[in-house]
């Protein structure tokens, strides 16, 4: 399995309160990704990172912000959450160079109550 | 996103029948990705076709790559009850971002 770390891996907040979840990898990746998945909406990219500070909107970003300051970690802040961030939280990995292929993280199920 | 779009969203079936998802794209796919994920856990990478008319397999599972790249089938023969979960389609549409477009995916139960 790649060596890909979420944490947390659940996590119960209240409406207005920040959130920063965050995804760790020992792959030396040069994307990272955060998805959310929902029912009936699939998987959907918020942010995606092609390198250390090097940040882009993906599908989904508003009401979410990104930061990748090394390499190994990519973190996702929710600034204020609300009840529509509900949602089970996917980072992921990808060498890059013509290789889209992703490796995922085990999640992190987010509730905002 | 539409872009990719699965069917069917779900499929019940009895352990050793046959079964075929499809994922079908809008637009000419560079890359087509096939996944699974268990109930509660992240996605395990199956399958990746990028040439038109590109058929791979593994154990029971066959995916295929149509030649006018935007559509693509996941077949299952003699379906078994470890074959259970989502299955997601992704898709990269070249260019220098790297990113995936996933399906809604199919949830597949198999009856013992």
């Known amino acids: 399995d790649a060596g890909i770390t979420q944490s947390p891996r659940h996590k119960v907040t209240e409406t207005g309160t920040p959130v920063t979840l965050r995804c760790h990898q020992t792959?030396?990746?040069?994307?990272m990704y955060w998805y959310r998945q929902d029912p009936g909406h699939g998987l959907r990219l918020i942010h995606y990172?092609?390198?250390?500070?090097?940040?882009d909107k993906g599908e989904v970003s508003d009401g979410y912000s990104v930061s990748r300051s090394k390499t190994e970690d990519f973190l996702l802040t929710l600034e204020s959450a609300t009840s529509s961030q509900t949602s089970v939280y996917f980072c992921?990995?990808?060498?890059?160079?013509?290789?889209?292929?992703?490796?995922f993280g085990s999640g992190t199920q987010l509730s905002v109550l | 996103s539409q872009e990719l779009e699965q069917s069917p969203q779900s499929l019940i079936v009895q352990e050793g029948k046959n079964l075929t998802i499809n994922c079908t794209s809008s637009?000419?796919?560079?890359?087509l990705y096939w996944y699974k994920q268990k109930y509660g856990e992240g996605l395990i990478f199956l399958m990746m076709?990028?040439?038109?008319?590109e058929e791979k397999s593994h154990e029971k599972i066959t995916a295929k790559l149509d030649e006018k790249k935007q559509q693509s089938s996941l077949h299952i023969t003699a379906s078994q009850p470890s074959h259970a979960g989502i299955y997601l389609c992704?898709?990269?549409?070249?260019?220098?971002?790297?990113?995936?477009?996933f399906g809604t995916g199919t949830l597949l139960a198999v009856q013992p």
């Open positions: 992921a990995i990808s060498q890059g160079q013509g290789d889209e292929k992703l490796f």
């Open positions: 792959e030396n990746h040069r994307y």
């Open positions: 990172s092609y390198g250390v500070k090097d940040t």
């Open positions: 637009k000419t796919l560079y890359g």
């Open positions: 076709l990028q040439k038109g008319g």
């Open positions: 992704g898709a990269g549409y070249g260019g220098a971002t790297n990113k995936l477009i």
